[in-house]
């Protein structure tokens, strides 16, 4: 049985960092990706960042780009989301996704299998 269990979240300062982590269990995504969207209430849910689990290649959304990082520990089957200079507007909850294909591309959440249950980031002072 697959499963992604997300940890990190809480709350900081606009400016400041957080680390999520998302670990995968269950079966491995070397066709695919492991990606990171955000949602606000009713909304959809956004393309955050993404890493192919084959290769370590990375993708990330405009808003996020040279603020985040994500990597990822082959060994650990653990995918990493480091944000830095936080800003308000990164408020949501942040899903881990897996893809067992990357046929879709990356950033459509559509083109995600399995998800995790969320967590919770606040930014604000």
């Known amino acids: 049985q697959v499963s992604l269990v997300e940890s990190g979240g809480g709350l900081a300062r606009p400016g400041g960092s957080l680390r999520l982590s998302c670990v995968v269990s269950?079966?491995?995504?070397?066709?695919?990706?492991i990606g990171w969207f955000r949602q606000v209430i009713e909304n959809d849910r956004e393309f955050v960042a993404a890493?192919?689990?084959?290769?370590?290649?990375?993708f990330y959304a405009d808003r996020v780009q040279g603020r985040f990082d994500i990597s990822r520990d082959t060994a650990k089957n653990t995918v990493v989301l480091q944000m830095n200079n936080l800003e308000p507007a990164d408020t949501g909850v942040y899903y881990c996704?897996?893809?067992?294909?990357?046929?879709?591309?990356?950033?459509?959440?559509?083109?995600?299998?399995?998800w995790g249950r969320g967590i919770q980031v606040t930014v604000s002072s």
């Open positions: 269950g079966r491995t995504f070397s066709g695919g990706s």
């Open positions: 996704a897996a893809q067992e294909s990357s046929k879709y591309g990356s950033a459509w959440s559509g083109g995600y299998d399995y």
């Open positions: 890493i192919r689990w084959s290769g370590g290649f990375t």
